[in-house]
């Protein structure tokens, strides 16, 4: 079996054009038959609580899952009435097995690892799914599956690296929230006030600066206030003594 995946080099119709507009697929909507044993399904997940709002006949219910950019909508008078089960909602994850563990401790069904028979999503096959891991290991072919109480189908795809051209390159800094970069802040005062005590004079916000840009990319306050002491002792010398 020999499956190409193109990349966005390979597409005479790239969509990484400097005049494109931004363009986000956030959120998928579908019908629930019970709108609060849908809402608590989800919450069990650990999903986010993002807006839960009545207008007379109408009832909207918007989640989001851990890290994702994209969420989900479900209610009362959001879809036609005859509308049925969404079919192959899609959740990356870069860990199969630990995704599976922890729903199955939220007490959800989840389906044994799979891979598709022909390629991933191909159901034109007899018995398209088969048991087990991906062969060859790869990234995008190895899922497992479970549903909600209406019967819409989850599935979850390993992506442990993801092909070239896969990621679009931001363009500016994502924005935090106040209330995180509030916390964010406050933290970054206390560990800056134990390093004021014991150093030389020196400008706070030259300590802020790198303390704060290690916190948002992964850094532990413990590393994030030693990567902001090398940065006054290697930039500003004079005031680490």
Known sequence: MNIKLTNQKENKMSSDRVNSPNMKLEVVVFSVSDVDRAKAFYENLGWRLDIDIVQGDFRGVQMTPPNSEASIIFGKGGTPNN??????????????????????????????????????????????????????????????????????????????ERLPGREWKLTQARATDIPTLANLLRETAEHHDHYEKTHAKHHWWDWYAPYLSARQNGSSPEEAAAAADRYIEDVFPVFSR
Request: glycine share 8%; hydrophobic share 40%.
């Open 83 to 160: 509308s049925g089960s969404a079919y192959s909602l899609v959740l990356a994850v870069d860990d199969l097995d630990a995704a599976r563990e922890d729903l199955i401790a939220r007490g959800v069904n989840v389906s044994e690892v799979f891979h598709y028979a022909g390629a991933p999503f191909n159901n034109t096959v007899e018995n398209p799914r088969v048991g087990g891991r991906d062969p060859q290991g790869r990234s995008y072919f190895s899922f497992a599956s479970f549903e909600d109480p209406d019967g819409n189908l989850w599935l979850l795809q390993e992506i442990k």
